[in-house]
C-alpha cells in the first residue's frame, strides 16, 4: 500500500538556523499539507499545497516558513530561521482531491530547537 | 470558528471489552466530515473512520464505529473487542467541505489492559 514518507526522522538544530524539512506524498495525489504537533498538545494545521502554490495556511505559517514542491516527488517544509517554539512533530499529509478525500499522513519529523 | 473538543484525556479498557471516546465539534457549516485518527506509540497519524456529515448513517471499520448525532455536534467511537493493539492516542478531526485545514482535538490517551 503506498504510504507518505518524511525524512529525516529526527533533527536537531541551533536556534536561528534554517531547516528543510522533507516529504514524498503518495504518487498520484494533488494535495499537500503540513501539520505539527507541539510536545503534549493537539495537532495543527499549517499549510495546504495545491497545483503548485499555497492553498491555505494557518496564522502560524508566518514568513519565517515557506513549502515548495521542487520536483515531481518532494514537498518540503522549510523554516528559516529556526525559534525555540519551533520544536515539535512536523507531520507530512496528502490526498488525492479536496476535504471529501481522506488526508494520509506521514510518520512525522521530529525537530528539536536548542 | 470550528472547534473539537475531547473531554477525556485518558482512558482504559479491559482487553476484548468496549470502550467509546467522546468527541464534540461546533460549526456553523452544515456540510463538513468527520475524523477519527489513531497515533500509536510510532507516532504515525492512521485514519481509524470518517464520516460525512450529509449521511445519517454511521459509519463502521470492522471493530470501530461512530455514533454521530449532527443536532447534538457529536462524534463519539466505539471500540469493540479492545486489542493491546489498540493503544494509542485517539484524535478526532473536523474539516468543511470547502477547506482543507484539519481542525483536531486535544486527543484521548487509550490503554488497552491485558
Known amino acids: 500500500e503506498p504510504e507518505v514518507t518524511q525524512t529525516p526522522s529526527h533533527q536537531v538544530t541551533q536556534m536561528g538556523q534554517e531547516v528543510i524539512l522533507r516529504c514524498v506524498p503518495i504518487s498520484n495525489h494533488l494535495y499537500f499539507y503540513w501539520y505539527r504537533q507541539i510536545l503534549g498538545q493537539k495537532v495543527e494545521f499549517l499549510v495546504s499545497?495545491?497545483?503548485?502554490?499555497?492553498?491555505?495556511k494557518s496564522e502560524i505559517f508566518d514568513d519565517q516558513f515557506s513549502v515548495e514542491r521542487p520536483d515531481g516527488s518532494n514537498f518540503t517544509l522549510k523554516i528559516r530561521s529556526t525559534k525555540l517554539e519551533d520544536s515539535a512533530m512536523y507531520f507530512c499529509a496528502s490526498s488525492a482531491g479536496t476535504a471529501k478525500e481522506t488526508q494520509y499522513f506521514g510518520p512525522g519529523t521530529r525537530l528539536l530547537v536548542l | 470558528a470550528q472547534t473539537v473538543t475531547q473531554s477525556q484525556p485518558e482512558m482504559s479498557v479491559q482487553e476484548a471489552e468496549t470502550v467509546t471516546l467522546s468527541c464534540t465539534y461546533d460549526?456553523?457549516?452544515?456540510?463538513?466530515?468527520l475524523f477519527w485518527y489513531k497515533q500509536p506509540p510510532s507516532r504515525q497519524m492512521i485514519l481509524v473512520i470518517r464520516?460525512?456529515?450529509?449521511?445519517?448513517q454511521n459509519a463502521t471499520e470492522n471493530r470501530f464505529s461512530v455514533n454521530f448525532q449532527k443536532a447534538a455536534k457529536s462524534f463519539s467511537l466505539k471500540i469493540s473487542d479492545s486489542q493491546l493493539g489498540d493503544t494509542a492516542m485517539y484524535f478526532c478531526a473536523f474539516m468543511t467541505y470547502n477547506n482543507n485545514d484539519m481542525r483536531f482535538g486535544a486527543g484521548t490517551r487509550l490503554t488497552v489492559k491485558p
Open positions: 460549526t456553523s457549516e452544515n456540510n463538513y466530515y
Open positions: 464520516q460525512e456529515a450529509y449521511k445519517q
Open positions: 499545497f495545491y497545483n503548485n502554490e499555497i492553498s491555505e
